[in-house]
Every structure is written in C-alpha cells, then in structure tokens.
C-alpha cells in the first residue's frame, strides 16, 4: 500500500542560550489506513515530533511527506488550507471553543470550507450517529463530560475525511473509562473509514490499540513494536520496551486493562 | 519578607499581570485630574464663564468620575479573573481571609497610588499640550499652566479613598467562591445569556419613549430628565437585551451564519453579550455626551456675526441723561490715563422705531451724514428719500419690506423710500441718513438724542477700559438714559468668547472621547491573551491568517463603531432638542461637523488599535 506519510532524516535544532537538538534524523513511512502510535519519556521529542508532522513548526532539516506533497513548502495561506483539508487534529486539551455549541464546533471545518448548510447537516448527522453523540449536540462544552468532548473533538477532525488524523495525547485528560471509549472511537473510524493515524501517548493502555508503536528516547529513534493478534499481548510488550527505555516511572501510568 | 514586601513583591515581579490594571487606573485618573485642572483655573474662575456653564462642567466632572467608578471596577475584575488561582493557593496555605484582605488592599493602595502619580503628570503634560493645540486651532490666547492646587486635592481626595473601597469591594467576588473554584479560575467558561421577551420590548419603549419624548414634548427640567433617564435605561436595555434577539435572528438564518467566520464571530459576540452590553452602554453613553456638548459649544462660533463699526467706541445720550458730562469726562479720563490719542465726534441725532415692530433706528441729517461719510457726497440724496445702513433681516424676520421704511411720528407711521440700503455703519443701531427737511419734519414728534463717536488705534488691546466705561455708563444690567458699545467688547462676545466655549467644547468632547477610547483599548486587550489562545487552537485546525484577520476586523469594527452609532442618533435627538427648545438656531450643522470630526478620529484610533492587536494576533499565532 501506498504511504501516507513519509518522515525522512528529520532533525529539530532549538536556538536558544542554550541549543538543543529536539530530534535527530527521524525517518519513518506509515501506510494509508494504519494506526501508528509515538511513545516516550517526557522530553524525549514526541510532541516536537507531531508539531512537525502537522505543520505547526517547522524542521531544521528533513522532509515530511503527506500523500505526497511536502507541507513545509507550501505558503502561508495554501498550509492552513493544507491543514484543513488533509489533516485532522485532536488534541490532549480537546480545543474546541466554549463559545460554540459541540454541533457548531463539529462544523466548524465545514463552514470554514463554506460548504452549503444543509450538506454540513448531513455530514454532521452521520458523524455524530457513528460517534453516539447525537443526542448531546445542542449543549456547551461546560455542559459534557471529558469523553463526550473528546469524542466531540474527534468529530470535527474526521467531518472533512482528512488523510492523515494526528492526535495529541488525547486520553492524557480524561478517566480509564473515558479513555477506553475514546480509543475504541478511534479504532472504529480506523477500522470503518480506513483513516490512516498518528497518535503520541503516555498512556500504554492507549497505545496498546494501534496497529504499530514508534518509541522514542532523547529525540531518536528507539525502537518500534507491532501489533500481533492479541490486544494484552501488544499491551504487555509496550510496557516491556517502556521499562527499557527507563525514563521517570511516572510516565507509565497505572495499567487501565 | 514582612506583608507590605510580600504585596509589594507580587506587584513588581508580575508587572505584566498588573500592568492593565494599572494603566486603566492612570488614564481614569488623568482623565478626571485633566478636567478638575481645567475647571479651576484661575482663567476661567474670573468672570469670564457664567454660571451655568460653570455648573455643567462640574456636572461633566462628576460623569467622569461616575464613569471613572465603573472603569476601575471593570478593569480590577478583569485583573482579579486572572489571579483567582493565586489566591487559591495562599488560601490552601493557610491565609487567612484577614491576611488576603490586607495584601489585596495593600495591592491596591499600591497600584493606586502609582496610578495617581502617574495621572497627575499624564495630565499635566496633556493639559499643556492641548491647552496649547487647543488655543491655536480656536484663535485665542494660550491658558497659561498653573499650579492646580485645588484639582491635585480633589483628585488625590476622590480617588484614594475609591481604590481603597474597590478592593474591600473586590473581596466579597472572592469570599463568596469556594477554593475549588478559585483554584481552577477563569478556566469556568460562561454560561449562554438569557434574554427575556418582556425587557426586550421594555427596552424598545424606553428607548422610543425617549426619542419620542425628544421630538414632540416640551422641554422643561422635568420632561429633559426624563428622556435622559427614558434613553439612558433604553440604551441599556438596547445592549443586553435586544441585541440577543437579533444575534439570534441571525443564527437562525443558518445560511449566513454557517458561512465562513460568520460561525466565530456572531457566537462570540452572542457569549459577551453581558461584558460588551456594559461596556457599549458606558461608550454610547460617554460619547454622546461628548458629541452633545461639543457640537453645541461649537454653535456660538458660528452664531454671531461682527458687525463692523467704523467707530471704535459709541456712546448714545438720551435728553434724560443728567449724567451726560460726568460720563464723557469719565471717558475722556480713561483714555488720558492709557496715553491713547483719540478723536471724538459729536451728533445730535433723533431715536425712532420702525416697521410694527418699532425696531429702533437713528435718523442722522444729511448734513451730518456726510461727516461721517464722504462718499455720501457723490450719491444725491434726493427729497424725501433715505439711505440706510444695516440689515434687511434681522433674527430671522424681515425689518426692510420693499424697499421703505416706516418710521414713528407722533403715533403715526411716516414712509420713508430708501434710495439705497448699505452696510452697517454703527454698531449700537442702524442709521438712516435723510434730507434737512425731512429730519426737521422727524426732530417734531421724536426726541432728539446726542450721540459720540471715538476712534484710535489698537482697539482689540483696550477691552478692559471698555468694560470699566461700561460698567460706568451701562452698569450691570441696563441704563435707560444712555448707551453703549465698543469694538473691544463687541469682538470680545462675538469671537473670543465664541472661542472660548468652542475650545471648551472641544476640551471636554476629546476628554471624553479619550475616556470612551481608553475603554475600548483596556477591553481589548484584557482579552487578547484569551484571543491569542482561541486563534491558536483554531490555526491548528486550519484557520488561515487572511480568515483571522477578517474575523478579528469584524469584531474591533463592531467594538468600535456600535456604541458611536447608537451615540450618534442619541446626539441627534439631543441637538433637536436644543434647536427647538434652547434657541440655538444652527446646532445641527455644527453637530454634523463635530460628529464628522468625533468619526476622523475614531477611525484614525481604529486602524492604528486595529495595526498593532491583529500584529500581536499575528506574531503570537502565526508567528
């Protein structure tokens, strides 16, 4: 199958008093459809990693490769279309606007599009049904809970069919309940709608639901583990390559199985 | 590390967090010290406003103040917002509600006191400065800068004591919330507004009520307070109510609302409603006062015309006069006892009225007309025929028909036909000059007055012998035996005073309009930090810079150009009023260059606030 994303010979230098190499020649493909996971100790450049792959920040060096085109080279204006039509974001914090109902957040990508209103409510209607949110769309972010906003995050990053989803810790604020609801959401849209992943975690119980896990230590490449048959299985050898990799125990946190 | 450091401290370490706080409290300050500075001075203590005048001007300062009020406590509960947290966690350490009443108020005292200081210079700079500006554009005489004892007082005096009260004020905010709540902050996101049907249409009545009040009824102090207080609730109301309606007309038309930015601005204006109905409301408010008060003070420049005397000074004695010598004496010592070389004319003349409304006119023979006139000479006078100096129209009606004028003569009406009608010769009265015959037919039936004419050079310097020779003669109110008028005096109302009230005008028109800017400027940028974050989060959703812009420019425009329409139709009702009832026959015209004026500089203020928040959006989001 054709690769998604292709990360080649990545590196972040951060200028400073004090300049610090974030990440060093990263390279990587993942394939249309599949479920990739980044782990690693805090500091180790996960997040550095995924701002780089969404176009947030730029690289010192390298290429990142999206279906095809390279983001980085794109002006101003044709990124943020970029970012709107080709990715999909959700993010640990679920970012969506307090003064926005979860309906009008969820459409938020189509209305920046200026897509005709009642094809919005269609696209809206079917995503919700798929996520079971259906029923809480007229109330305020204040008005739901962890989970219900997560997922209604995650709505809103898939309305427009992105290429590539990329996610930002997105069980790191919510509860072990919440956070197996929000996993499985994932995993159904990468399963029904062949939406090709990227996910950084924390949490190995999270990452235990993708299909491959990248592990990263002090901005290089660790190692990568995949995805047998068995969910504990893969759970199990994410948790051994974690206490490889050693970092603050900290991170791991309590098993959610 | 005692209390005070400890408060200090926290004031010069998070200078950022206070910084806000402490601007919006200078510029309270300045605004108010500015003017306090402006009613004392000395210039204006002595005589040459009266005391209506002086009293609105007070009454303006203690708008500023009222406002002033509102400003800081908008701008303390803007600041606390962000440090609720803070106090949460001295408040999980074990202070006591005692101890954090002490460093709040010890904060504030703090921030006040710098606020003063700082005021108090802010304002005497920008007092000189447009004291200076101000005099050269209104062509008078620069009011000097002086000490103001009495305005550093009443600043000092008002505005200690209210930053001490705002923070026992702010207190109860922060008592009356739980830990928890203090400790997550200003995370908690605001609830939707409500807006109910029966205030909306209150709100449409008052307002209404107002308008209609300002159009059809008289005017007295009782039904003027009334369309204050009728529009003042109304245009409340106007902000928090009626605008809920149509923001939600507007998202019910999902077609536009679902278009584009459309999404992000009208929901966000629909979440303020609350913060941007008091805010509107004050700037409304605030500057239809000052349209209001500068387009009328504008008016007397434009209200008088000089009528230009070929005498520098008259003086009309009646028969009556038993004083007559006394007072020729008594100006004829003024004039020695200044050096000044003058040349004094002497007529005997005769006083009639004219026309139905026996406007009065001085009938001069031929004989001495042509003293005061040569080129008199050149244009027969022919018998029984007049010419006459001054204006056909006067205060809006006619005093000349056709040509003629119809003079007293023992309660009968003599018509006179004008060969010719000139410009004004005297400033005291018109003058109509007539044939020998004709005079002696008049001098039967009227009375015969005696009338002196001085000219000498210099006469705009010599306004204070002109007002003692006034004094003399006239008195204060009214001499029925003798009259007078000089070009000093005269040019004294008509221009400098003019001048005087329109440079007021302007005074308190920009102090208010700086106050209505200030509150703009503070609640934009109270909230841009708020700003920045949204726009971030939604860059990363693939919000492009050119949307950002066009959606921020939405809402500054709105900020900005909302209140000043709704001020400007509430100035329009005002001016109607004072056309109508205060007999400033052409406030609207100079209403309508002052809002022009007011609308240059509120866009000017626009794009340069505009430039610099959408550069700081841009920097922060983009980068």
Sequence with gaps: ?257 | MTFPQFAYKNITRNLRAYLAFYLSSSFAVMIFFMFAMFIFHPALETGYMNNIAKKGMVFAEWVIFVFSILFVLYSVSAFLKTRKSEFGILTIQGASPKQLRLLITLENVFIGLASIVTGIIGGTVLAKLFFTAGSYIVEMEPLELYFPLKALGITIGVFLPLFVLISQFTLFIIHSEEVVSLLKGSVKPKREPKSSIPFSILGMMFLGGGFGLALFAGIDIGSAVIITVCTVIGTYLFYSQLSVWVLKLLKRNKKFYRKGTNLLWISDLMYRVKDNARLFFIVSIVSAVAFTATGTLATYKSMFTTEDSLYEMEFLSYSSNKDENEQLTYIQQQFEQKNIDYEQSKFKVIETGQGSSNYPVLVLSYKDGIKILPELKTSKLEEGKGVYFGQTEREGYTVLQDNTTDLQLNNQQMSIKLQSIEQPLLSLHDVLVVDENTFNLLKQGNELVTFYAFQFANSKENLDISQKIHDHIVGETYNPDARYSSKAIEYYQTVQLPSLSLFIGLFIGIIFFLAAGSFLYFRLFTDLYEERKKYKSLAKIGLSEKEMVKNANIQMAILFFLPFLLAIVETGFALQVLQREGGFSNVFQSGVITILGFLGLQLLYFIVIRSSYIKNLKEYVYR
Excluded: W
């Design chain 1, 1 to 257: 199958m054709a690769d998604v994303l292709q990360v080649q010979d990545l590196n972040k230098i951060y200028d400073g008093k004090a300049i610090f190499q974030a990440l060093t020649n990263i390279t990587f493909n993942v394939e249309k459809g599949e479920f990739i996971g980044v782990m690693g100790p805090s500091g180790s450049g996960k997040t550095t990693l995924l701002n780089l792959i969404s176009t947030i920040d730029r690289p010192t060096s390298g290429q990142v490769i999206v279906n095809g085109q390279e983001p980085h080279k794109l002006k101003k204006g044709k990124l943020a279309e970029f970012r709107r039509k080709e990715l999909g974001f959700v993010f640990q914090d679920f970012n969506l606007l307090d003064t926005l109902t979860l309906e009008e957040n969820i459409m938020l990508p189509l209305t920046l599009e200026r897509v005709d209103s009642g094809e919005i409510d269609k696209k809206v209607q079917a995503i919700t049904q798929k996520l079971g949110i259906d029923s809480i769309l007229n109330k305020r972010t204040y008005e739901v809970s962890g989970g219900q906003k997560q997922r209604t995050a995650i709505a809103r990053a898939i309305i427009h069919q992105p290429f590539l989803l990329l996610a930002d810790e997105p069980t790191g604020n919510l509860d072990s309940k919440s956070s197996k609801d929000v996993m499985q959401t994932l995993q159904m849209i990468n399963e029904k709608d062949k939406t090709t992943m990227l996910m950084v975690t924390h949490d190995p119980s999270a990452a235990s639901y993708c299909d491959r896990v990248i592990f990263i230590k002090d901005g290089k490449l660790y190692n990568e583990v995949y995805k047998g048959t068995n969910q504990k299985v893969f759970f199990q050898q994410i948790l051994d390559v974690l206490s490889m990799l050693g970092g603050d125990p900290d991170d791991l946190s309590t098993v959610r199985l």
